[in-house]
């Protein structure tokens, strides 16, 4: 599929997708949601792609929504689309180059893991033009930061800083600028070594797990705990030459 406002990059088991609207911060428009989308879609769908990365082209990750679009009524409600990163099977790692405000916030969220440059600053401002969240922002960031900390962000609009997003669990990792690319190809080599039906398997666990309540979860991962679940007993192969080893 060819894209207008996306990049898609392929390498070794890797696949990036960049935002690419340099000119104006990455700002989310509908046509850059919908090719998103559809590029995790078909991600997801290729056997030689394991893991992805998204980030942006330039010096910004993402200003967020682009408002010439929320000011003409042409955007679409964008959750759906955000939500896409969370119901692939495929781990997505977010590599937060720069700003990464409202709308693109809450597609940081959305990743499994969040690495992040120094230059890197989260923010909402949807309470500043008065507009609600449609991303998901009201619901995940207090789940994954807590409500008083999350309504803070939320009522005041100013933003966070990479070292401090770390703090709050909003990222995994922050590194110098020049290394985040390398350290995004590291995190994604660590997850290469293992096997992606048991991690696939595992988000989806820990993602629904998430809705629900402590028994619940215990249960739904009770019923898929059968031991080795890769085809031609690949993990049961890894054991046995393990136990050889030793």
Do not use: W
């Not at 619940?216 to 030459?241: C, F, Q, T, Y």
Request: aromatic share 4%.
């Amino acid at each position: 599929m060819a894209y207008n406002k996306i990049i898609v990059e392929r390498k070794d088991g890797v696949a990036k997708v960049i935002l690419n609207r340099p000119e104006a911060m990455n700002a989310l428009d509908e046509e850059m949601l919908t090719e998103m989308a559809a590029a995790f879609r078909e991600l997801d769908a290729e056997e030689g792609v394991h893991v992805i990365i998204l980030t942006g082209a330039g010096r910004a990750f993402s200003a967020g929504r682009d408002l010439r679009g929320v000011l003409e009524s042409r955007e679409r409600v964008g959750g759906a689309r955000y939500r896409v990163l969370e119901e692939i099977g495929k781990p997505v790692i977010a590599a937060v180059n720069g700003p990464c405000f409202t709308g693109a916030f809450e597609l940081a969220l959305c990743a499994d893991i969040v690495i992040a440059s120094e230059k890197a600053l989260f923010g909402d401002t949807h309470a500043r033009f008065g507009l609600i969240p449609g991303g998901g922002q009201t619901q995940r960031l207090p789940r994954q930061i807590g409500p008083k900390k999350a309504k803070e962000l939320l009522f005041t609009c100013e933003p966070v800083t990479a070292q401090e997003a770390l703090r709050l669990g909003i990222v995994n990792r922050v590194v110098p600028a020049e290394q985040l690319d390398e350290a995004a190809m590291e995190m994604a080599g660590k997850i290469l070594r293992n096997i992606p039906e048991a991690i696939r398997t595992m988000k989806s666990l820990v993602n629904e797990g998430m809705k629900t309540d402590l028994e619940s979860g215990l249960r739904m991962e009770a019923d898929l705990h059968k031991g080795p679940i890769a085809p031609a007993g690949e993990g049961r192969n890894r054991m046995v030459a393990l136990l050889e080893k030793r």
